[in-house]
């Protein structure tokens, strides 16, 4: 109780906005309504923090970088929220989970799967994966229909993270619908999404793990699916131990990983431990879950800027064809994405727009100050990264405007480095970054290609919506041109 009172009198010092219920507190408001129009003029009423009430509970909120760089970049002063612990049954103490010690040991033996010379190795995996949708795309435009996009990107980003971290094919682009009451690896980690999701912000008992496991009617339908999940995660795993014994039997020294399942089962600290099983099953999962929606997300707001901005389209377009030209094929190589300027460009302006991963949050272990108040330890607090790249004072009064100018090295360099965080900052970062933004610079290439892309006739302007990551409500149909090559 002491410590409650202490942590409700520092965030009473912090401004709020207006009209918080007593009980219920900002809830009712709809903070984080489709379209965000609560955030947008909440931060610029309140450009540097804010107490937001979640129910009765207090979440001060930061949206300046001013005061989220000192939280970031401290390795001790935080760990990340008890609200992390909603993955908890599907991913455990990977590395997105976890904190302290458990947790430098794991980034530590995990970093050298992210290097430059190893994320080359995937680029034939992103080539392969987009000629299967690509070809799909043919045939709708051949059809006349348009293409869902979060739909099939979210497919073909899936392939992907299967293929590169566990050399699994799939084939999830072109399986025939699941039948009622089917399963496979995507669908189940559809649901986990979907319940994550309606417990982080439909009823806040669910939150409480007992009153999830007891009373919610999704219970079942998560325990099934996190079940699959992990089954199919434990076979890739130990069919893969086979293969690595055999190799070692047969005088393999196993000095080049054949993808991120290889690094895990190789890794060694310096006394030579190796990860127990489940801490590999624990990383596979972090990475089926953090490499899928993450990209998914940000490739379908990618290509609905291209349709709805169509002089972008035609510069990215411009710069692809230029690259490609006198080549016989149009496949893409490691070497080539340096050359994507333009296209970086427009990438980086739709993160910014869209902030795919919004709200990073902590739990305080060492007292912290936000311009002069000081919040005490246990205190959760959150990043709203979506207010930060939307705060009219550090991004100026046009940031709804879609301009990828902002991030041409002139104008970047007046801007603080912590003003643009969508991967985060510090020991926490994404880990995965280059790869997402390798992936999603090479996937928006090969389809303007090959596709002029433009909004279906009568279709609503997207509203994007809060999930574990940020996505459009309704589905976003574009039609396909294709280009006579
Ligand atoms: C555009 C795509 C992506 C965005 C915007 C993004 C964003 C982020 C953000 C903001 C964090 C910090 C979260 C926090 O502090 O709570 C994070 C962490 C993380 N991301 Fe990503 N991510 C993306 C893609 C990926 C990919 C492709 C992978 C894996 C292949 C990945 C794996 C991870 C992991 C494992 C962490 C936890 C790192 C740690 O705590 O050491 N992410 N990501």
């Known amino acids: 109780v002491h410590d409650t009172v202490k942590i409700w009198r520092a965030v009473n010092k912090l401004p709020s906005p207006p009209g918080a219920h007593w009980l219920a507190g900002h809830t009712n408001q709809g903070p984080y309504d489709p379209g965000f129009q609560w955030l ?9 923090a804010y107490t937001l009430w979640n129910g009765p509970v207090p979440m001060p909120t930061l949206v300046h970088p001013d005061t989220i760089k000192p939280l970031l970049t401290s390795p001790t002063g935080s760990v990340k929220s008890p609200l992390y612990l909603l993955f908890d049954d599907w991913i455990g103490k990977g590395l997105a989970l976890s904190d302290g010690a458990l ?11 992210f290097h430059f010379d190893v994320l080359k190795t995937y680029v034939p995996v992103y080539n392969e994966c987009v000629e299967v949708l690509l070809g799909k795309m043919v045939k709708l435009a051949a059809e006349g229909k348009p293409m869902q996009v ?13 293929r590169t971290a566990c050399s699994h094919h799939s084939n999830c682009q072109l399986k025939e619908p699941l039948k009622d009451g089917e399963m496979d ?27 999830f496991r007891l009373f919610s009617p999704q219970y079942p339908a998560w325990e099934r699916a996190v079940g699959y999940a992990h089954k199919v995660g434990d076979g890739l795993i130990s069919k893969r131990k086979e293969e690595l014994k055999k190799k070692m039997e047969d005088g393999d020294p196993l000095t080049s990983p054949r993808d991120f399942l290889d690094t895990l089962l190789l890794a060694r600290d310096e006394d030579g431990v190796s990860l127990s099983e489940k801490e590999i099953a624990d990383e596979v999962n972090t990475f089926l879950f953090g490499g899928h929606d993450t990209t998914s997300s940000t490739m379908t707001w990618v290509l609905y800027a291209m349709a709805k901005y169509p002089e972008h389209q035609t510069r990215v377009r411009e710069e692809v064809d230029e690259l490609l030209a006198d080549r016989d094929s149009d496949w893409i190589t490691s070497n080539d994405l340096s050359s994507l300027e333009y296209t970086s460009l427009v990438i980086k302006e739709v993160i910014r ?26 205190t959760t607090v959150a990043i709203n990264l979506y207010q930060l790249h939307h705060n009219p004072t550090v991004w100026g009064h046009d940031h709804m405007e879609f301009n990828p100018a902002r991030f041409l090295p002139g104008n970047l360099a007046a801007l603080d480095p912590f003003a643009y965080l969508p991967f985060s900052a510090g020991p926490r970062n994404c880990i995965g970054q280059q790869f997402a933004y390798n992936q999603v ?10 596709f002029r892309l433009s909004l279906a006739k009568g279709e609503p302007e997207p509203v994007p919506c809060l999930t574990i990551v940020v996505r459009p409500v309704q589905e976003i149909l574009l039609n396909l041109e294709p280009r006579n090559l």
């Open 40 to 48: 947008l003029d909440t931060v610029a009423a309140f450009p540097r």
């Open 103 to 113: 947790w430098k040991r794991h980034r530590r033996l995990l970093t050298g799967s």
């Open 150 to 162: 979060e739909h099939e990107l979210g497919q073909c980003t899936f392939d992907i993270i299967l």
């Open 185 to 211: 690896l995507l669908s189940a980690t559809n649901t986990m999404t979907r319940i994550v999701t309606s417990r982080m912000v439909g009823n806040p008992l669910y939150i409480n793990p007992w009153m």
């Open 353 to 378: 727009m869209y902030s795919p991963v919004m709200l990073p949050s902590r739990s305080l272990t060492a007292p912290y100050d936000v311009d002069g108040i000081t919040l005490p330890v246990g």
């Open 441 to 450: 610079r090479f996937l928006t290439a090969r389809i303007l290609k090959r």
